[in-house]
């Protein structure tokens, strides 16, 4: 961890800024790990003129660093265009890296391509946000769960494919006789039961789930997170479970890391995220989540003001001091470190914040000085 070496006060509250290099949020030692994205950028070319040159880039994601470990969920949340999807597909080799490095299970398959990259493909499956297009509507049920199993030799025979793929459907329950219907023929939360059931055809080690229960009704939500914590214990599965929702983070996941404009800037486990957030921007998100019991809404719960800066053009220093009631000066001149202010919790911020006892900044004071010593 960085040293803390300044201690200061913002309206009263204490704020202790760390002075620390820039570090990875990789503390556990690396064969602990079944996934992990180091230092990795996606940068999405903008063309322009008459020659089509490359006048800037979308920085969707931009150097993002955290890793998996095996057996855990892993959560992933932010807000639309936070770069969520972007680094999930980085990792699936969906989309090739601009640069950084993922290493599945102690290898960097970063650069893999066709057959050197075909055990890793059948390790590592995706389950996709929206079940009526990521099923083909040309192939019955059977044929969509028995191709991957040809295609990465896991069965023998037809017979053989065929019963793991009665299996697969009991499993995710749904019944036999589904295998010959096309997907048309189904609802919304049965679908996404057959692209589990898909990712799940090949025996792999990693799923990611990409938002799966968005566009499903509540009670089939329900149904199917309770499907995915029942076979994550069965098939020994490791998650990223990439969501908005955060009451369905809390559900699910082990540890969540926040993401804000291509960046990380929050990790740690699923208590200490919502018990004790540290980085304004997770606060924010916390605050926004409303409540049923009047007992225990929070009167003074910050609502974030404006949107997500534009990924081509994004502002200097913290990336977030734009829509931060704590920002001061330093924020706008410095990028701050990633820094661990306790074990296993890291931050992407200059403060270690009480947000107890911290006055937020009125907007009309933004970019005043507002630290004393």
């Not at 602990?32 to 040159?53: A, H, M, N, S, T």
């Not at 037809?158 to 589904?178: C, F, R, S, Y």
């Not at 890291?346 to 006892?357: L, P, R």
Request: charged share 25%.
């Amino acid at each position: 961890m960085g040293r803390m070496s300044v201690v200061r006060r913002l309206n009263g509250a204490l704020i202790l800024a760390m002075e620390s290099s820039t570090v990875t949020a990789m503390s556990t030692r690396a064969d602990d790990y079944l996934v992990e994205v180091k230092d990795v950028y996606e940068w999405f070319p903008i063309k322009g003129g008459l020659l089509g040159r490359t006048i800037a880039h979308v920085k969707a994601v931009d150097g993002v660093s955290f890793g998996i470990r095996k057996g855990e969920t892993m959560g992933l949340v932010g807000e639309s265009g936070s770069g969520k999807t972007t680094i999930g597909r980085c990792i699936m080799k969906l989309l090739p890296v601009t640069k950084g490095n993922v290493i599945y299970d102690g290898t960097d398959i970063t650069k893999f391509k066709g057959q050197k990259f075909r055990p890793f493909r059948r390790r590592m499956q995706m389950v996709f946000q929206d079940p009526y297009a990521s099923l083909d509507p040309r192939q019955t049920v059977r044929s969509i769960l028995t191709e991957p199993m040809k295609i990465h030799h896991t069965v023998r025979t037809k017979q053989e494919a065929n019963a793991a793929a009665e299996k697969l459907i009991d499993t995710v329950g749904l019944n036999p006789d589904h295998l010959s219907r096309f997907p048309h023929e189904f609802s919304g939360g049965q679908r996404q039961r057959i692209a589990v059931a898909r990712a799940l055809a090949v025996n792999p080690d990693f799923v990611l789930l990409d938002e799966p229960t968005s566009s499903l009704d509540v009670s089939v939500q329900a149904q199917i997170l309770n499907l995915l914590k029942k076979l994550q214990g069965e098939y020994n599965l490791t998650y990223l479970f990439i969501s908005h929702n955060l009451s369905v983070i809390r559900h699910m996941c082990d540890r969540v890391a926040v993401m804000y404009l291509g960046r990380i800037v929050e990790i740690a486990d699923i208590s200490t995220i919502f018990n004790n957030p540290k980085h304004p921007y997770t606060n924010a998100l916390l605050s926004s989540v409303p409540n049923i019991d009047p007992r225990k809404r929070k009167m003074d719960a910050e609502i974030l003001e404006g949107d997500v800066p534009s990924p081509v053009n994004i502002p200097s220093g913290c990336r977030f001091r734009t829509r931060c009631a704590y920002a001061t000066p330093k924020c706008q001149e410095q990028f701050p470190p990633l820094v661990e202010i306790e074990p296993h919790h890291w931050i992407e911020c200059h403060y270690d914040i009480d947000f107890k006892t911290a006055r937020p900044t009125l907007s009309s004071e933004k970019g005043s000085s507002t630290i004393t010593p």
